[in-house]
């Protein structure tokens, strides 16, 4: 993992197939996640996660609009992060997720553990 910048804002890359930037406020983290969360970024993305919710306060959204959640790898990151952020009193809110995605989050019922929001930018309201 490369990260550019550092106290986790930034540009991170998390391998050749994905990147992802952060950014933190008094109020929250948003990462915005592009390319493919599969198991070649698994690693470096559960990595990621980790400090920035250990790190940070407030909720932790996930724009995944440009990201690709290729296998159950990357279901179970967002899984786990959001067990992570419960047991730091924060919530895991996914934004501007594919409609692949939310299908997925349906099938597998997570819709109802997980808060989705359906429009960009939605997360200013929450964050």
Do not use: C, K
């Not at 952020?85 to 409609?99: E, K, L, M, N, Q």
């Amino acid at each position: 993992m490369v990260i550019h910048n550092t106290n986790l804002g930034g540009l991170i890359v998390l391998n050749r197939a994905a990147t992802a930037t952060v950014e933190a406020s008094t109020r929250g983290d948003i990462i915005t996640v592009t390319g493919s969360l599969g198991v070649a970024a698994a690693a470096d993305m559960r990595d990621l996660l980790n400090l920035t919710i250990d790190a940070g306060s407030g909720d932790v959204v996930l724009h995944l609009a440009d990201a690709e959640v290729v296998d159950s790898t990357g279901l179970g990151l967002i899984i786990e992060a959001h067990r992570r952020a419960g047991r730091s009193g924060r919530r895991v809110i996914i934004a501007d997720a594919s409609p692949r995605l939310h299908r997925l989050l349906r099938r597998t019922r997570l819709h109802r553990v997980i808060e989705t929001l359906p429009q960009p930018h939605d997360e200013l309201a929450l964050v």
